[in-house]
């Protein structure tokens, strides 16, 4: 070989190591696919995954966005969208995976969420040699890298990519200003509501309402049905698929909240606000419209 | 005096539960507040309430089963609720009463399960198999209990959890008035038992020298005792250290006839658990601590302190 | 001028369940005030049955117990705590109390439910105390006092019944000389003075043919004999009974029994 094909080789395969260590996410290996996962693994595949098991409702969307759904052997019970999912053969609800289900499906990759339950699945299936990857799924900056790291490991990185910026520009949006206040309670004994650390929070600063409860760092927390009433928000959302007002609505100790008093309940469906995923932008557009609708 | 003494601890605790708390509520619009008057004052009202039927159940049970280490939730009533609070959110039963009925069912299961053990071979409620009964009944219960929850949904038995942690959070007048309307018959079988109890402290076979009718007394104390033990767990969870300390600290305080001990026990037991709830409430603000957790922080130093003073003299 | 009746055992046959053999056996007996009754026999014997049996707690399989002519099993508890003093042999004591406290629980059965500690009960407690030579120890603690005081204490409790028969289980099973002379002399005292009737299970065959007016004996739940002293402790009884040789040598009027040595050959 020539010299100078020889050191155009080399010049080709420095710049793609350097393009590729500035997002830090992936290097082609010569031969195969790499990444690195959320739990700090590396994750190699000779080839593009073909049987892919989604441990994940947002894995199973994202999966199926990119083009790769008829690669998706096996999800979870809760998987439900799009609806092709549902063709999909169930490895129960996850939580904890079965590994044995999960076996049974033959995959040559088992995509999961971060959780204790789940490394310990992960690793049994390790030692079956399954390969499996673990993606960290709580916030929306979270969303883009995964997908990308998705789309290397089944080979659709363009699609992937195109999805991932889209996240990645959404989650980089600055709060827009807010002219509502709301409250997520997902419990009412004890009260239990939504905080920063969460992705519905930011889902409603995108949408212009404030959490009232965003000065509380973690996910959620319990407060007192007072703490309600004294931050005064102008709605309370609910997570629920149907249209009617929460059992405690009508108790007169959470009457003291104006918003249950005025009935000021903003119903979010869970299959489109339960969970972080690649039609975040439609819950953000769906949560203003409501905002917008109500007197 | 000391019921002087007591009842000055009361008001404070009252005021300070309905003066305190994340609503800035203005002194002057105090009275006109529903802040006040939907939320605070039900919610303290219940945490005296609760307190002080556990205070007097546990001087029952301590004098029931002989051992000054009992608590109310050894019996395995806490198993008991805790099994029945889940069977209603696995089950999702309708309406806000279905928790709280829920564990009152499981909890007077449990007691009925210990009790009919506590008879087995003529053993007539000896302390020893109830004590073992209601350890035995009480891990049972948590057994089927975490079987349940690990075959169905987390997220709402997670938060089923967090209720039995206790909590007055969900306190309000209509619980205020079934406690009312409910815990005096117990509270005055209680009472009526207090100088058999005295005597129970020499033995059983002492005792009935003395007059008791023990066989009879044991029955109506230990129903009575659990009966206002599952209430208390119906309405605010399992919340421990009330029942076992404030025993202690009274009889420390104000001598161990039971005719003391009861009265004083429910007050300072209602007044304790007053305090652990305003505490729960304003000192992680806007957050809330279990109030369980709360109780032990401050009934063992309690406790320790008296202990030494005690020991001094 | 007849001595009351207070306590009438006829025939009494009692059986524990599953035991396989009557723990008592046609035993009778009748306890009048005035009298100071011991109840012998070796362990196992049925004593403590017998006591139970007579004060209602043990249902017999055969025979009446009648307790101021009513059957024993008539009586409520707390009717039957006003007439009848027990001091049992063991007791518990979970937590500190004072002397006048733990005397005072005597006058229970005499308390109505919900009243209070009347002037009349403190007198009983008083005169209980003064009875049993124990009004210093009025304010200890229990657990400061010796053995001797504990169970004079005890005693007193019994007597703050106001009973017209004192019950009282090996009561000096653990004291000493002293103490142990001191109780016999005080139930004595009591009989002879307030005109109580005693029964008193003891070990102590001596000081129960001294100190008291009837003796009955038991070997395998039946009474081996019954009567006076001089009368039932003779040679043959107390040997068959007791299994072992004695010699029986009278002391002031009463016999006194002397167990011999087994070997002949020991210095």
């Not at chain 2, 987390?154 to 938060?159: D, I, P, S």
């Not at chain 2, 209720?163 to 309000?172: E, I, K, Q, R, V």
């Not at chain 2, 969870?237 to 003391?260: A, M, N």
């Not at chain 3, 439910?113 to 009875?131: I, P, Q, T």
Request: glycine share 8%; aromatic share 6%.
């Amino acid at each position: 070989m020539r010299r100078s094909t020889q050191r155009t080789h080399l010049a080709a395969l420095l710049a793609l190591a350097v393009g590729a260590c500035a997002r830090g996410e992936h290097v082609p290996v010569r031969g195969g696919l790499a990444v690195t996962d959320d739990a700090g693994r590396r994750v190699t595949l000779a080839v593009s995954a073909r049987r892919v098991v989604s441990l994940l409702p947002t894995f199973t969307e994202i999966l199926f966005e990119i083009g790769a759904g008829d690669r998706v052997v096996g999800r979870t019970a809760w998987c439900d969208y799009p609806p092709e999912a549902l063709t999909v053969p169930s490895v129960g609800d996850g939580m904890p995976p079965s590994v044995e289900a999960v076996a049974a499906r033959h995959p040559d990759l088992v995509v999961l969420y971060r959780s204790g339950p789940n490394v310990a699945a992960a690793e049994q299936l390790e030692r079956l040699g399954i390969r499996t990857v673990l993606f960290d799924l709580n916030l929306l900056e979270q969303l883009g890298p995964a997908t990308r790291r998705l789309g290397v490991l089944t080979g659709q990185e363009k699609r992937a990519d195109s999805l991932a910026r889209v996240m990645d520009s959404l989650a980089s949006q600055p709060p827009t200003p807010s002219t509502r206040s709301l409250v997520f309670i997902v419990w009412d004994n004890p009260p239990i509501v939504i905080g920063a650390g969460s992705y519905l929070d930011r889902l409603a600063a995108l949408a212009g309402a404030r959490n009232v409860f965003h000065d509380v760092s973690s996910p959620s927390a319990q407060v007192s049905i007072e703490t309600i009433a004294a931050r005064d928000p102008d709605f309370v959302a609910v997570l629920t698929d149907s249209a009617v007002p929460p059992r405690y609505a009508t108790r007169p100790e959470w009457r003291v909240v104006r918003a249950v008093r005025t009935a000021r309940f903003l119903f979010l469906p869970g299959q489109l606000f339960g969970r972080p995923g690649p039609r975040a932008a439609e819950a953000i557009r769906e949560l203003r419209r409501r905002l917008e609708a109500a007197p | 005096m000391k019921y002087v003494l007591l009842a000055a601890a009361l008001l404070a605790t009252l005021a300070a539960a309905l003066l305190l708390g994340p609503a800035n509520v203005p002194l002057g619009d105090v009275l006109a507040s529903p802040i006040l008057w939907q939320l605070r004052l039900p919610r303290a009202v219940l945490a005296f309430l609760v307190g002080g039927a556990l205070g007097a159940s546990g001087v029952a049970l301590q004098a029931l089963v002989r051992n000054p280490l009992a608590d109310p939730f050894l019996l395995g009533l806490s198993g008991g609720a805790g099994l029945g609070a889940v069977v209603a959110i696995a089950l999702h039963l309708p309406g806000p009463w279905a928790l709280p009925l829920a564990a009152f069912v499981g909890a007077v299961g449990a007691m009925a399960l210990v009790y009919r053990l506590g008879l087995i071979g003529g053993a007539e409620l000896d302390p020893r198999i109830l004590l073992l009964g209601g350890v035995a009944v009480g891990a049972f219960a948590a057994a089927v209990t975490t079987a349940i929850v690990s075959l169905a949904e987390a997220t709402e038995l997670r938060n089923a959890f967090l209720w039995l942690w206790g909590g007055f959070s969900g306190a309000s007048w209509t619980t205020v008035l079934v406690i009312l309307v409910y815990a005096p018959l117990p509270l005055i079988v209680l009472a009526a038992a207090a100088r058999p109890l005295d005597l129970l402290a020499l033995g059983e076979e002492p005792a009935q020298y003395l007059g008791a009718d023990v066989r009879r007394l044991k029955r109506v104390v230990y129903l009575s005792a659990s009966l206002l033990t599952a209430a208390a767990v119906a309405v605010a969870g399992v919340i421990g250290f009330v029942g076992l300390i404030v025993p202690h600290v009274c009889r420390l305080l104000w001598g161990r006839l039971h005719r003391t001990l009861f009265p004083t026990a429910f007050l300072a037991g209602g007044i304790l658990l007053t305090t652990a709830d305003t505490l729960a409430r304003t000192v992680v603000a806007p957050r809330e601590l279990p109030v369980g957790i709360v109780t032990a922080l401050v009934g063992v130093p309690l406790f320790a302190f008296l202990l030494r003073r005690w020991s001094v003299s | 001028m007849e001595r009351e009746l207070i306590v009438a055992v006829r025939d009494l046959t009692c059986r524990y369940a599953g035991a396989p053999r009557d723990a008592l056996s046609g035993v009778s007996l009748e306890v009048r005030s005035g009298e100071f009754h011991a109840l012998l026999g070796p362990n196992g014997s049925g004593k403590t049955t017998l006591l139970r049996a007579a004060l209602g707690l043990v249902a017999p399989v055969q025979g009446r117990v009648e307790i101021l002519a009513r059957p024993a099993g008539d009586w409520s508890r707390r009717d039957l705590a006003r007439v009848v003093g027990v001091v049992p042999q063991r007791e518990e004591s979970l937590f500190p109390q004072r002397v006048h406290e733990t005397v005072l629980l005597g006058r229970y059965p005499h308390l109505s439910l919900f009243g209070g500690v009347r002037a009349a009960d403190r007198a009983a407690v008083e005169r209980a105390l003064v009875a049993c030579d124990a009004v210093d120890l009025a304010d200890r603690w229990l657990w400061t006092l010796s053995g001797g005081e504990y169970q004079r204490v005890r005693l007193a409790r019994a007597l703050a019944q106001e009973p017209k028969l004192l019950v009282l289980d090996e009561p000096t099973a653990s004291l000493d000389l002293r103490h142990e002379m001191e109780l016999f002399e005080l139930v004595r005292a009591l009989v002879d003075g307030q005109g109580l009737a005693a029964l008193m299970i003891t070990h102590h065959v001596n000081l129960a043919a001294r100190f008291a007016d009837q003796v009955l004996i038991l070997a395998e739940g039946r009474a081996v004999a019954r009567g006076g002293p001089a009368d039932v402790l003779t040679r043959e009884t107390v040997e068959r009974v007791f299994s072992w040789p004695v010699a029986i040598e009278p002391f002031e009027g009463r016999p006194q029994m002397i167990p011999l040595r087994q070997r002949k050959d020991a210095p």
